[in-house]
């Protein structure tokens, strides 16, 4: 396995499925966090996040520059678990990134890096329309994003109520 994306709703199971995938591979373990804290739940979330992996992890941050981050950290006998692809979209769109630049840099990164490369993001076009524009927005850059992903990954799993079922 080259590289994994792992997809799921919220609290399904996909950071922790992806992670034991992760642990499961010889080789130095590399988080890339892309989740900002805001506010003081995101602060309790991103701490029970950090509380979840031992010491063998090594933590970086890249809320916008997560290309730049896989670049850098990928290596062979290095495992990079990028948690999650939904809340880099949200930075990037709440930033007025070029979005699409972003993700075909991301493409590229992926399929060129030199080690194994699992990413996890949120499945949001399961639920209703959201009623604003920005949410709309969101929504289908997220969608858009997690096609390419799709596409560009060697496997593809779902996970819903924490079973993982795989897609490609």
Known sequence: MTSLFV?????????????ARAEAIAGELVFIATAQ???????????RHR??????????????ALTEAIVEHG?????????????????????????????????????TAPGPVIL???EVGLGIVPDNALARRFRDHAGLLNQRIAAAAD??????????????
């Open 7 to 19: 997809l799921g709703g919220a609290r399904s199971g996909k950071s922790r499925y992806a992670q």
């Open 37 to 47: 804290a805001f506010d003081a739940e995101m602060t309790d979330r991103i701490a």
């Open 51 to 64: 509380a979840d992996r031992d010491s063998r992890w090594l933590t970086v941050e890249a809320p916008i």
């Open 75 to 111: 290596a062979p006998g290095r495992v990079l678990l990028v948690d999650c692809l939904t809340l880099w979209t949200s930075n990037l769109l709440l930033g007025e990134h070029d979005i699409d630049a972003a993700t075909q840099a991301l493409e590229h990164a992926i399929t």
């Open 120 to 122: 996890v993001a949120n």
């Open 155 to 168: 496997t593809v799993i779902l996970v819903t109520a924490g079973l993982p079922l795989s897609l490609k």
